[in-house]
Nanobody, 127 residues
Framework: VQLQESGPGLVAPSQTLSLTCAVS??????????IGWFRQAPGKEREGVSCIFVTDGNTYYADSVKGRFTISSDNAKNTVYLQMNSLKPEDTAVYYC???????????????????WGQGTQVTVSS
C-alpha cells in the first residue's frame, strides 16, 4: 500500500487549502481502512489532525482544527481529502496521511497505530 499526498502550498492567514491523499495498492473500503492526517511542525511531535473510517464515514478531529478542517473520502477514487479553512500561522507544518486496517477508534490520534505513511507535504501559513 502506498499513500501520496498532494496540495502543498503557501497561503495567507484566513485562507483555504485542500490536501489530497491518494491510496494505491488496495481498496480503502474493501480493506476497512482508517485514514488519518497528521502534521509535524519543526521541533514538535507529530500530532493527529483528523481521521476517517471509510467504511462508515465516521470522522474525528483534533480540538485545534475542529470547525475549520473537514476530512472526506471518495471511495471510488481511493482518495481522502483534508479541506482546511480559516488557516492560521500555527497550522504551518508538514502534513502526512497515514492508513491502518485495524485502528482502534479511541487511538486514532496516535502515529504509532498507523502502518502505512505518505512522504508528507509542506503547508505554510504566512502573510
Amino acid at each position: 500500500v502506498q499513500l501520496q499526498e498532494s496540495g502543498p502550498g503557501l497561503v495567507a492567514p484566513s485562507q483555504t487549502l485542500s490536501l489530497t491523499c491518494a491510496v494505491s495498492g488496495g481498496s480503502i473500503t474493501a480493506n476497512y481502512y482508517a485514514i488519518g492526517w497528521f502534521r509535524q511542525a519543526p521541533g514538535k511531535e507529530r500530532e493527529g489532525v483528523s481521521c476517517i473510517f471509510v467504511t462508515d464515514g465516521n470522522t474525528y478531529y483534533a480540538d485545534s482544527v475542529k470547525g475549520r478542517f473537514t476530512i472526506s473520502s471518495d471511495n471510488a477514487k481511493n482518495t481522502v481529502y483534508l479541506q482546511m479553512n480559516s488557516l492560521k500561522p500555527e497550522d504551518t507544518a508538514v502534513y502526512y496521511c497515514a492508513a491502518d486496517r485495524s485502528l482502534p477508534r479511541r487511538r486514532w490520534r496516535l502515529p504509532t497505530e498507523y502502518v502505512y505513511w505518505g512522504q508528507g507535504t509542506q503547508v505554510t501559513v504566512s502573510s
